[in-house]
């Protein structure tokens, strides 16, 4: 049987994959597409998996992106559980594991991250659980119905999230954090500890600077959490949320180059002319920083995606979007424009103890970054200011009486 061959070829298919396909069908591309994926379903939402998903506001069927009429509009042709196993560089094509090769002219690799594995004793008993993929929230929606006792390894936004929504449906939730504040790789310390308050006064126990020793099981079934110190805290599921790692391996096993993810240029261009990558796979330089990041977000996949799309259809425009984030954890929505790493000073503007506040970054007297809580006209402005490179003083961030959309209004 001949190879089949496809002038496009994305391997992954999550938010990167499908934003990347819908852009080149509206750009009008016309080569061949075919979309590998290693999951049974076609692409679909992540961030409610661990919110809205849980609560049953969301069905499977709103989770889904596009539906199949759009890919079949479109010319893409789906092959959903399909793993790709290596990339042959040479010959440019795609190996999978049942054995087929699919030929291409230009390669995507959208391949997405993987939720870190807990390395302790009992990590692989029955109620130990991750939450990455559809199955995996299936199976932790049904859970929760069933056990009443949560723990929670991993204080980061996943793992709030699901601790939001666990004490939404009464079940009783234990954190555990290794560091000394809640989503500390995101947030600064004093959003760090409003959300601790926040998860307490809704009744969750919160350990922070907590290691965990080993899990505790009778009968192949979790029974408990053991710290590091010797504490013996009862459970019946636990959840771990430690972080993700790229999918870097197809890559990295043909010589494409790497750099905590695969490195791609403003463009999306990897050290191979013929492959792309974008998504949370991806690392790309960002010119705000002056250093190559890799983002875990749906606006990174996005935008990241609608730049590559240009790219592909030979109208290249350097990727240089704002980013920006989101949570939900109980009736608060968190919203964070730019990225505060390497901040000296944070400013204040509201009020914590009415929950409706936003915390101001800045680095040398210029912003970088603003977080707020149920203050979406403080995240829009924010991201007008940064995105368009205006300045705010410190002291104009911390005046309640000094108009936002001033300083947005400056050229």
Known sequence: ??????????????????????????????????????????????????????????????????????????????????????????RQRVETGSGTAFGYGQLVLATGARVRQLKVPGAGLDGVLYLHSLADARELKARLAKYRRLAVIGGGFIGLEIAAV???????????????????????????????????????????????GFIEGRDDRVTALVTAGGDRLPADLVIAGIGVQPNQELAEACGLACDNGIAVDALGRTSDPHIFAAGDCASHPDPRLGARVRLESVQNATDQAGALAATLCEDPSPYVALPWFWSNQYDV???????????????????????????????????????????????????????????????????????????????
């Open 333 to 411: 929505r968190l919203q964070m424009a730019g990225l505060s790493m390497g901040r000296d000073r944070e400013v204040l503007r509201g009020y914590p103890d009415k929950d409706r506040f936003s915390l101001f970054s800045f680095r040398e007297g210029r912003l970088l970054a603003v977080d707020s809580v149920n203050s979406p006209r403080d995240h829009s402005l924010a991201r007008r200011l940064l995105g368009r490179g205006n300045n705010l003083t410190p002291e104009q961030a911390a005046d309640p009486a000094f108009a936002l959309e001033d300083a947005a209004l400056e050229n």
């Open 1 to 90: 049987m001949a190879e089949e061959c496809y002038e496009l070829v994305v391997v992954g298919a999550g938010q990167a994959a499908a934003q990347l396909l819908q852009t080149l069908h509206r750009l009008g591309y016309a080569g061949s597409m075919l979309l590998l994926g290693d999951e049974p379903e076609l692409p679909y939402q992540r961030p409610p998996l661990s919110k809205e998903f849980l609560l049953g506001a969301y069905d499977e069927r709103r989770l889904k992106l596009r539906p199949q009429s759009f890919y079949e509009k479109a010319g893409v042709r789906v092959l959903s559980g399909v793993r790709v196993t290596a990339i042959d560089r040479a």
């Open 166 to 212: 666990a004490r939404t449906l009464g079940v009783d939730v234990l954190v555990l954090e290794a560091q000394e504040r809640l989503m500390a790789r995101a947030l600064t310390p004093a959003m760090s500890d409003y959300f601790a308050d926040l998860h307490r006064r809704h009744g969750v126990e919160i350990r922070l600077g907590c290691q965990l």
